[in-house]
């Protein structure tokens, strides 16, 4: 799935542990990657600004979807793509250090 928000929270994400790749993006990017997202836009002056539907429903995130992100920051429209990956095991720290101690 695709969305477009103008805020994120961690609920939206279904997995417990998962990465996220960002990538800013200029306006024409981020309407050209958006013409077949489903608006979730919380903010009416975003979804006026953005040309989408204002829309305040929560989405439910998976591995593989990509999210949109119209945000002002300072005053400023921002652009940003997320892709929601899967995460790789984290090593724990004394893991990390379990041969050091051998030597």
């Known amino acids: 799935m695709k969305f477009i928000i103008s805020s994120m929270s961690l609920g ?10 960002v990538h800013e993006l200029s306006e024409e990017e981020f309407q050209a990657l958006a013409y077949d997202g489903i ?5 009416q002056d975003i979804a006026d600004i953005t040309n989408f539907a204002y829309n305040k429903q929560p989405i439910q995130v998976r591995t593989g979807d990509v999210i949109l992100v119209a945000q002002k920051y300072r005053g400023v429209l921002k652009f940003h793509c997320l892709q929601v990956m899967e995460a790789h095991p984290l090593i724990r720290e004394e893991e990390l250090y379990a041969d ?4």
Not at 12 to 21: N, Q
Not at 39 to 43: E, F, L
């Open 12 to 21: 939206f994400f279904l997995a417990k542990d998962f990465l996220l790749e």
């Open 39 to 43: 608006s979730h836009i919380g903010h």
């Open 100 to 103: 050091e101690e051998m030597i």
